[in-house]
Nanobody, 126 residues
Framework: QVQLVESGGGLVQAGGSLRLSCAIS????????MGWFRQAPGKEREFVAA????????YYADSVKGRFTISRGNAKNTVYLQMSSLKPEDTAVYYC???????????????????WGQGTQVTVSS
């Protein structure tokens, strides 16, 4: 059973930075594409960023492009989301997701991801 555990959320002022971490319990981390999604109150869960199993390809939602960076720490079975220039509209519960992948193609649709963490709250004050 693959388990994901997020950490690093919190309260930050607009313009500030946070780094989210997600540890995955698997011996074959390199077989999984990893992603971050978020869900604000009253809204549907939405794609934020994803990285291919190799780490060579990254994908971002237009709303976070240039401000957020996703990366893999393969030695630690961990994926990170570095968030900078945070805005109040970034406030949401952030979820880590994993998907067993045999290619470099990484979907951005929520239903395409099988494994999910419990979420971590990020609040950006104005």
């Amino acid at each position: 059973q693959v388990q994901l555990v997020e950490s690093g959320g919190g309260l930050v002022q607009a313009g500030g930075s946070l780094r989210l971490s997600c540890a995955i319990s698997t011996r074959t981390f390199s077989n999984y594409a990893m992603g971050w999604f978020r869900q604000a109150p009253g809204k549907e869960r939405e794609f934020v960023a994803a990285v291919s199993r190799s780490g060579d390809s990254t994908y971002y939602a237009d709303s976070v492009k240039g401000r957020f960076t996703i990366s893999r720490g393969n030695a630690k079975n961990t994926v990170y989301l570095q968030m900078s220039s945070l805005k109040p509209e970034d406030t949401a519960v952030y979820y880590c997701a994993a998907r067993y992948s045999s290619s470099t193609v990484v979907p951005t649709i929520v239903d395409e991801w099988r494994y999910w963490g419990q979420g971590t709250q990020v609040t950006v004050s104005s």
